[in-house]
């Protein structure tokens, strides 16, 4: 059974970074995820991509709140994907999550994620 294993979030003021790790584990051999991504919650919201990495082109999809100050990462020999937050705004303030799927077509679209991890917090003061 996948699990995915979230860490580094805090509290900062605005303007400040923050860096999430999300850790995979219990693919089984011979299996690959194909994407792994990350979704925030805020109170009373529904969840909200904010990037993806498709694992087998090394390639990252970013959405639009988080072009230009977040950037997503992988290190494939440790199974971690990587969320760096610069330039924090208030309103990056939520619940993060990481999610994987085993299927091809990575999106931002949190319906399309089989495995999620229970989530780290982040909380930008202003």
């Known amino acids: 059974q996948v699990q995915l294993v979230e860490s580094g979030g805090g509290s900062v003021q605005s303007g400040g970074s923050l860096r999430l790790s999300c850790a995979a584990s219990g693919v089984a051999s011979g299996y690959r995820l194909s994407c792994m991504g990350w979704f925030r919650q805020a109170p009373g919201k529904e969840h909200e991509g904010i990037g993806t990495a498709v694992i087998g082109i090394s390639r990252t999809l970013l959405s639009d709140s988080a072009k230009g100050r977040f950037t997503i990462s992988r290190d494939n020999a440790k199974n971690t994907l990587y969320l760096q937050m610069n330039s924090l705004k208030p309103e990056d303030t939520g619940m993060y999550y990481c999610?994987?799927?085993?299927?091809?077509?990575?999106?931002?679209?949190?319906?399309?994620?089989?495995?999620w991890g229970q989530g780290t917090q982040v909380t930008v003061s202003s």
């Open positions: 999610a994987a799927r085993f299927s091809d077509g990575c999106s931002l679209v949190s319906s399309d994620y089989n495995y």
